[in-house]
């Protein structure tokens, strides 16, 4: 049974960076794939829908971001730890959200299904 299992979440103020992780059981990397998943990105904000904010690909491997972290948030992985990275730079008090990964076959703008998701971990950025 994969899990995915998020940290790194914590308080940084505005400006600040940030890194979360998402260490992955049950399953290997392998050319970024968790089987013929790959690791997105969501988060929810208090009173907010859920907002697909990166996902690579299953089909191409582009990445889609959301216009919302455009140039300011990115993805790597370590593949011999199974672990994926999303690294939060320029923080503001919007990205202020329960971030979560997600193992899932994203085709065009995170549409796909959705099969695997962490417990989330709470980012807050202070003004």
């Known amino acids: 049974q994969v899990k995915l299992v998020e940290s790194g979440g914590g308080l940084v103020q505005s400006g600040g960076s940030l890194r979360l992780s998402c260490a992955i059981s049950?399953?290997?990397?392998?050319?970024?794939?968790?089987?013929?998943?790959?690791i997105g990105w969501f988060r929810q904000a208090p009173g907010m829908e859920r907002e697909a904010i990166l996902c690579?690909?299953?089909?191409?491997?582009?990445?889609y971001y959301a216009d919302s972290v455009k140039g300011r948030f990115t993805t790597s992985r370590h593949t011999a730890e199974d672990t994926v990275y999303l690294q939060m730079n320029n923080l503001k008090p919007e990205d202020t959200a329960v971030y979560y990964c997600?193992?899932?076959?994203?085709?065009?703008?995170?549409?796909?299904?959705?099969?695997?998701w962490g417990q989330g971990t709470q980012v807050t950025v202070s003004s």
């Open positions: 997600v193992a899932g076959y994203f085709e065009r703008m995170c549409v796909g299904v959705y099969d695997y």
């Open positions: 049950g399953g290997h990397l392998e050319g970024g794939r968790l089987d013929v998943y790959t």
């Open positions: 690579p690909n299953s089909e191409d491997g582009s990445v």
